[in-house]
């Protein structure tokens, strides 16, 4: 039997619980630290982030489930000796040939990712995101909801494209850059910050 632990109760977590059902996993529990927390929906809250050692060697698979990037790459990193890490794709998604998806990334129900692109560890590409041929996107970076990257764009670390944002092709972000709701990128992104707008913009 297929079993995963998910460290993260909340509606991420929900989701992957989702995808890993769809993938054959039968037993699925969470671990959170917030101890108040009981339940993510029908699954049960059975611990907090550190008993996740103690469940990969009981034979569980480990997802992160954790939408700051900086934590999340905290307990992916923490726990990569376990070996149980996994990365998480909706069978809904379209992965086209040559892609390359790394640990503890998860993929979302109507995703494309088209072929020739590399995702790192431990990113989030969201419902119906799409991230087109040749492109690079960085470690623990989310393309959010609705979400476009054309042709040949390269994304670096810790970069959120907010929901609905655009980035046209040939162009690089920097790492630890936010992209705004709606932003369209039309032109490279060698500073960090957090870019809005249309034409997208430091703030």
Not at 124 to 138: E, K, L, Y
């Amino acid at each position: 039997m297929k079993k995963l632990v998910i460290i993260g109760a909340g509606g991420h977590g929900r989701v992957i619980a989702d995808i890993a059902r769809l993938n054959g996993y039968e037993d699925i529990i969470f671990l959170d630290d917030d101890t108040s927390v009981t339940d993510c929906g029908r699954y049960k809250v059975k611990g907090t982030a550190k008993d996740a050692v103690d469940f990969a060697k009981s034979g569980y698979d480990i997802s992160v489930a954790v939408g700051n990037s900086k934590i999340r790459e905290r307990l992916i990193e923490d726990l990569m000796s376990t070996g149980k890490i996994v990365s998480l794709i909706h069978p809904s998604a379209v992965i086209g040939e040559e892609v390359s998806v790394l640990t503890g990334t998860v993929i979302m129900a109507g995703a494309v990712i088209n072929p020739g692109a590399s995702i790192g560890k431990g990113c989030i590409i969201n419902t119906g995101a799409s991230v087109d041929h040749d492109n690079t996107v960085g470690d623990y970076s989310h393309i959010s909801v609705g979400a476009h990257l054309a042709g040949t764009v390269t994304v670096g670390r810790h970069v959120w494209v907010g929901i609905g944002a655009s980035v046209s092709n040939n162009l690089e972000i920097c790492d630890e850059v936010t992209l705004g709701a709606g932003a369209v990128v039309i032109k490279d992104i060698i500073e960090s910050g957090t870019y809005v707008g249309v034409p997208a913009g430091r703030i």
